[in-house]
């Protein structure tokens, strides 16, 4: 019974300190309301009144301390993606914005699976976009998570200044618990550098207008180096042991094609002389997988820091378009 108070106490000291703890304004807040107002010329008690406003959440704390990039492996990673029902829907998704996605492409160079894979793996073709006000996720990570404060305090200054751009309420828009917004799931810095009007009617909506969320992911992929018309990814195969010392946490691509043999691995593919790619490895139930790297899989990775991410895109965009290429051969049959 003693050991069943103390742990009812300690939970309740530890609820009260997390309570006392965001309901105190934090000094670095203050701050950040006098960089907003002495650098971009922001009300600095309009300011504080939103901040009046904003909550501090616990389940955003915990959620960005366990991302599923690092908690599952990739048997598991992959299955949350490449569900039927997933793909069917990429598929209706890229019937229905074909013209747009074909614009996309010619403009930009990015493949219409590619794109339309993204926003499949980042929200379900805008389904699901996230609950959180962005104003609510950006104060929590900036004030109250320490360890990438400076990252968020950085976001939270874009996002400021990206609502009094668009003419925004900073208090309305919602998205992930990590404050990325829209079909694409665009952090702040990104929409102000990257998001574009792609149908002309000269307001950039990724919220509810698919032809801008279609133009921006488009346009973010060629801002970081899209190489049109060149492949992503090759699986291998490898033999003895000197494969693995070129498998490393790191993303981009550090080995010459012209190595591939002297390091064990093998492969069908036909690649370009003095290419660089990445050897990556991805665990299976039984045994793992082993995947070769173009440049534009480093380019998705860009995207989202984690190549289980880019893996899934690319696989999911791979079995949207054969169903699509499938079921158009059997209408024109």
């Given amino acids: 019974?003693?050991?069943?108070?103390?742990?009812?106490?300690?939970?309740?000291?530890?609820?009260?300190?997390?309570?006392?703890a965001n309901t105190d304004v934090p000094v670095s807040q203050n701050d950040f309301i006098k960089k907003m107002e002495s650098q971009h010329n922001f009300d600095s008690k309009s300011l504080r009144n939103l901040f009046e406003q904003a909550t501090v959440s616990q389940s955003i704390l915990d959620a960005i301390s366990k991302p599923a990039e690092k908690r599952l492996p990739w048997y598991k990673y992959r299955d949350i993606f490449l569900k039927t029902k997933r793909i069917d829907e990429g598929v209706d998704f890229l019937i229905s914005n074909r013209k747009k996605l074909e614009a996309a492409e010619k403009r930009f160079g990015v493949p219409p699976e590619i794109i339309t894979a993204i926003i499949g793996v980042e929200t379900f073709y805008g389904r699901i976009a996230g609950s959180?006000?962005?104003?609510?996720?950006?104060?929590t990570l900036a004030f109250y998570y320490p360890k990438r404060a400076t990252f968020f305090r950085n976001e939270f200054e874009q996002f400021l200044l990206l609502t009094r751009e668009q003419g925004f309420d900073p208090l309305s828009l919602k998205g992930s618990y990590a404050g990325a917004m829209g079909m694409p799931q665009f952090i702040s810095s990104s929409y102000r550098h990257y998001a574009i009007d792609f149908d002309g009617d000269s307001i950039i909506d990724i919220?509810?207008?698919s032809d801008d969320a279609i133009g921006s992911v488009a346009n973010y992929f060629a801002e970081h180096g899209w190489q049109k018309g060149k492949p992503v990814?090759?699986?291998v195969k490898v033999?003895?042991?000197k494969y693995k010392?070129?498998?490393s946490n790191d993303l981009e691509p550090d080995i010459n094609e012209s190595d591939l043999e002297s390091l064990g691995i093998n492969s069908s593919s036909i690649f370009e002389k003095n290419e660089k790619l990445k050897l990556l490895e991805y665990e299976q139930e039984r045994s793992n997988e082993y995947w070769l790297a173009h440049k534009n899989?480093?380019?998705?990775?860009?995207?989202?820091?984690?190549?289980?991410?880019?893996?899934?895109?690319y696989q999911l965009a791979s079995e949207i378009m054969q169903k699509y290429n499938n079921a158009s051969q059997s209408i024109t049959k």
């Fill in 233 to 235: 990814a090759a699986m």
């Fill in 239 to 241: 033999k003895g042991e």
């Fill in 297 to 313: 899989f480093y380019i998705i990775t860009r995207y989202n820091h984690s190549h289980l991410y880019a893996m899934a895109v």
């Fill in 245 to 247: 010392t070129v498998l």
């Fill in 207 to 209: 919220w509810n207008n």
């Fill in 132 to 139: 959180y006000r962005v104003f609510d996720a950006l104060n």
């Fill in 1 to 20: 019974m003693q050991k069943f108070n103390l742990i009812i106490i300690t939970s309740l000291f530890s609820w009260l300190s997390f309570v006392q």
